[in-house]
């Protein structure tokens, strides 16, 4: 059975910093494209970023480039997504998820396994 459970959201002031982390069972995070979504309240889910599964490219959407950075640590089989300079905008429920396969990032429904999300709360 697949499990991906995220764990770092928190309240933080505007400017500063979360790392967020996405631990898998059941799946073997380098042989996936893995990724980071988030959802705030009345929003769809929007990508955030993804890391292929063989070359590790990263790629972002342009809200959150040069400021949030994805990882993946394949011993831990961690996935990880560090935010700086964090804005109020940033606030949603954030989801790791993993897909076997994809064509395009940004589609949700093309994502194959999902955690059940971490809260992110930016005050300004």
């Known amino acids: 059975q697949v499990q991906l459970v995220e764990s770092g959201g928190g309240l933080v002031q505007a400017g500063g910093s979360l790392r967020l982390s996405c631990a898998a069972s059941?799946?073997?995070?380098?042989?996936?494209?893995t990724g980071w979504f988030r959802q705030a309240p009345g929003k769809e889910r929007e990508f955030v970023g993804a890391i292929s599964r063989r070359q590790g490219t990263t790629s972002y959407s342009d809200s959150v480039k040069g400021r949030f950075t994805i990882s993946r640590d394949d011993a831990k089989n961690t996935l990880y997504l560090q935010m700086n300079r964090l804005k109020p905008e940033d606030t949603a429920v954030y989801y790791c998820a993993a897909a076997i396969s994809l064509s395009a990032y940004g589609r949700p429904q093309a994502w194959d396994y999902w955690g059940q999300g971490t809260q992110v709360t930016v005050s300004s």
């Open positions: 059941g799946l073997t995070f380098s042989s996936y494209t």
